[in-house]
Every structure is written in C-alpha cells, then in structure tokens.
C-alpha cells in the first residue's frame, strides 16, 4: 500500500489522468487548480442565452486513443464517445461538390490506401504517391522519426510527388486540423505519427469519435468524485504561485494565497507559458529547461452560430479551401441542444491572421463562407453567435520545437512535466495529455 503523496498542478486531460492513474493506486494526491473549473484547455460552458453546451473547442477523438479511452473508462464515461462504425470524412468544396474519405474494412493500411484511391478530385499520381508514403510509415518507429526529424510536412510530401490539387482538398486540411500549424512549418514526424497510429493498425483505430455531451461532462466531475473516494483532495481556485526547488530537489510548492504545501512528488501538468511563471529563474540555465523557454504558441478559433432552420444534413464536414475548415452540426452530435433551434460550430485552426478580429467580423465571415459551401444559409435567419479564441490552443509544433520538447522526468529528482506540450511523440491532442499524465504515474510509481 503506497503512503507517498504527490501533488499535481494543473486540472486539465494531462493532470486529472495523473491524478486518477496514482489514487488508483494508493497514492494521495492532490491537485492544484487555478480556476473555478476543471478541464484546462478542454472544457465547456453553459450559454446563457440559449442554454446549450458549448466546448471552448471542438474536439476529435480517435479510436486510436488508447490512453483517452482507458482513462475514460476508468471514469465510466467512454460510452459518451459516439465512435463511428466505419472510418469516414465528408469533404465539400465551394462549387457544392460533396465528397468523402470512406476506409473499407480491410487490413490496415489498406483499407486507408482504398479509402484515398477512391477519394474524389485527388489526381491518380498524387494517388500513387499515397503508396509509397504507406510503405514508409510501415518502417520502424525510431527510424522513421529518424528520417523525418528534419523536415516539414510540406517537405515531407514533395518527396511523394503531392501536388497542389492533394495538398488544397486533403494534406493541407488534414495537417492543419491534427498539428494547429501550416504544413510549411509543421514538424512531419507529428503527421507520420497519426497517419501510423491511426491507420497503421486495427480498422477500429481510424474510427473518428465525437463526444455526445461537453468536455466538461464527459470527464471532470468523475475524475474528481475518484480521485476524492481515495483519499484526495481537488481545490480549485489555488493558483500556484511558485515552485521551492533546492537543488536537484523541489522542496515544496507556495500558492497565491501564501500557503505552502510539501509532498513527495510533484507532477505539472500546466502549458508551457504557465509552468515557466512559476519555476525558479535559474533552472532555464540548464539545458532541459532552457530548451522549451521560448516555445510559441498556435491558436484556434470556434464560431458558433444558431440558426432557425438546418443549414446541412451532414453531421461533421471539411470545407475544402474555406477559411473555416471544418463545420460540426451540434443538433445531430450532441444528445442536449435545443430542438428549435440549430447549432452549428465551425472551427479554424492555425488562426493566427484571425485570433485578433474582432466577434462581428469572425461572424460575418463565417456566414460568408458558409452561403458559398451551404446556399441556405442565405435564407436562414442567425438567432445568436457565441465567438470562442483560445489564443494559446497548442504550442507551435514546428520541426526545431518538436526536437525540443522535454521528457517527463525533469533534472529536479521529484519533479515530473506532463501536458500535450512535453515529449509524447504525438501532436498536442487529448490523447497526447492523457499520455502524458500516465506516462507521469507511471515514473512515479516505479520509484
């Protein structure tokens, strides 16, 4: 029986996954949450005036996310996944030509390789190109991540001979969504990453898989009721002030209430811009911590917007070459949203030429977009806009960043960093955090 305390900062994906990884264990844990809420930078709120849910961003889960579900089994929620039956992307472009990426159930890779050779409006050499791309993710994991350390997305499909038409309806679209950042910047080892782990194993792991219900919802009231019924503690609104570190140990943690608070381990599971407030200036003359000081970050943008009448049938749908890239129509995903009225979310990543417009500009060319891809929504009436920007969405996963993010097990002997930022090997999603936070319990419980 463990009678070791560890204290977490931090109540998003990556923290509670630690959190209840190490209670189920027998640690006593507790966590240190800065706002009133759980759920960091995934999270949902009440809209005041219509009452729906909303997400501060629409998120994607995969079947390959193998830590999210566990943990979310843990929690008794991953039933609130609506995980497809079969592999599917709806693609409209602004001439109103629908089209789909649609993985038949073959053995991987393919059912992804028949799933692209049938995706319309990709010409057949960019289709062969497809080909050898799936034969070099089929390579060994170290040396792929090898081969690709040096180069960017963009760079990564010239040596497939992906053309301009390929890189418009479905790299740049795919790239964008999984990794915030143009492919002419991206790290390529974050693409490969996904397309092997989603394409490269079971069928049921390229399933797509939407929450029914808020991020708030589907995990942070259950996370706490378990971490509580072990033993330990969950108190919001204690912002975390500074690390004590001494040496190569820390010492203790000082909120910004002055408390002080000691355990023998401590987790952060904060972004990278908070972790840095709050360490000693001297750690950054160390190579570890120096590395990251100076990460960027990428923001996304989420325009939601109600109308009095659907606007599409379709559930999720890119928008090929539209400044919003992907629309989500909450009234056919979510199990509570208002039957008179008709939710659609439309989201654009890697928004930095739009994360300082201001809400009446980001609707107006929203609606823009939407009358070229959905001509009813010309004769739709807008019954009320919500604009969310979450300016520091992800870190900037370019190649130097990718190179140069931190292992978990820091140079101070307790201390450990968890987040979607630190060294998982996928791109800054759920399932990275989740990793992050078990691959953090795990360092933990092997001392």
Same mark, same amino acid.
């Given at each position: ?10 109540? /998003? ?32 709120? $009440? ?30 929620? #991953? ?35 028949? *799933? ?7 010409? $057949? ?8 791309? *799936? ?16 180069? %960017? ?33 991206? #790290? ?49 609104? %204690? &912002?975390?002030? !500074? ?23 401590? $987790?952060?599971?904060? &972004? ?44 999720? @749908?890119?928008?090929?070459? /539209? ?12 199990? +509570? ?10 989201? $654009?990543? #890697? ?11 980001? @609707? ?10 959905? &001509? ?10 919500? @604009?969310? !920007?979450?300016? +520091?969405?992800?870190?900037? #996963? %370019? ?49």
């Amino acid at each position: 029986m463990k009678d070791k305390t560890v204290a977490i900062i931090g109540g /998003g994906f990556a923290g509670l996954a630690a959190a209840v990884a190490l209670a189920e264990t027998g640690y006593k844990v507790t966590v240190f949450e800065r706002r009133a809420a759980l759920g960091g930078r995934a999270y949902s709120f $009440i809209e005041s005036i219509t009452g729906d849910v909303l997400d501060n961003g629409q998120h994607l889960l995969m079947g390959c996310y193998h830590e999210t579900f566990k943990f979310l089994r843990k929690l008794g929620t #991953a039933h609130l996944v609506n995980l497809q039956q079969r592999p599917r992307v709806d693609f409209i472009d602004v001439e109103g030509k629908q089209t789909f990426l649609e993985c038949p159930k073959l053995p991987a890779p393919l059912h992804l390789l028949f *799933g692209l050779f049938r995706l319309k409006g990709i010409p $057949i050499r960019d289709k062969l190109g497809f080909l050898r791309l *799936g034969n070099q993710l089929r390579i060994d994991t170290n040396r792929l991540r090898k081969q690709l350390a040096s180069l %960017t997305v963009d760079q990564w499909l010239d040596a497939y001979d992906q053309s301009k038409t390929a890189r418009k309806r479905f790299w740049e679209m795919l790239c964008v969504a999984t990794i915030n950042l143009d492919p002419a910047q991206a #790290a390529a080892v974050l693409l490969a990453e996904v397309l092997r782990r989603s394409f490269g194993s079971s069928y049921e792991d390229a399933c797509l898989g939407l929450p029914a219900t808020g991020l708030s919802q589907l995990y942070t009231e259950q996370a706490r009721y378990y971490i509580e019924q072990r033993g330990g503690n969950v108190r919001l609104r %204690t &912002p975390v002030k !500074k690390l004590l570190i001494s040496s190569d140990c820390c010492l203790g943690l000082q909120t910004e209430r002055g408390e002080t608070f000691t355990a023998d381990y401590y $987790i952060s599971a904060v &972004p990278h811009l908070a972790l840095k407030e709050i360490l000693p200036a001297e750690l950054f003359n160390q190579p570890y911590f120096a590395a990251w000081k100076n990460f960027k970050t990428s923001p996304i943008v989420s325009i939601n917007l109600w109308f009095d009448k659907p606007i599409t049938e379709l559930g999720f @749908v890119g928008l090929v070459q /539209g400044r919003i890239q992907w629309l989500f129509n909450k009234n056919l995903l979510f199990k +509570h949203c208002n039957k008179d009225k008709y939710l659609v979310s439309c989201v $654009i990543s #890697a928004a930095t030429n739009y994360s300082s417009s201001n809400k009446n500009d980001l @609707v107006s060319l929203a609606l823009e977009d939407l009358a070229n891809f959905f &001509p009813s929504v010309r004769t739709a009436k807008l019954l009320n806009a919500v @604009v969310v !920007k979450e300016q +520091h969405a992800t870190f900037r #996963a %370019t190649v130097d960043a990718e190179a140069s993010r931190p292992k978990h097990k820091s140079p101070v002997n307790n201390l450990f960093l968890a987040g979607d930022w630190t060294d998982t090997g996928l791109p800054a999603t759920i399932e990275s955090a989740v990793l992050s936070g078990h691959k953090c319990a795990q360092l933990v419980s092997a001392l």
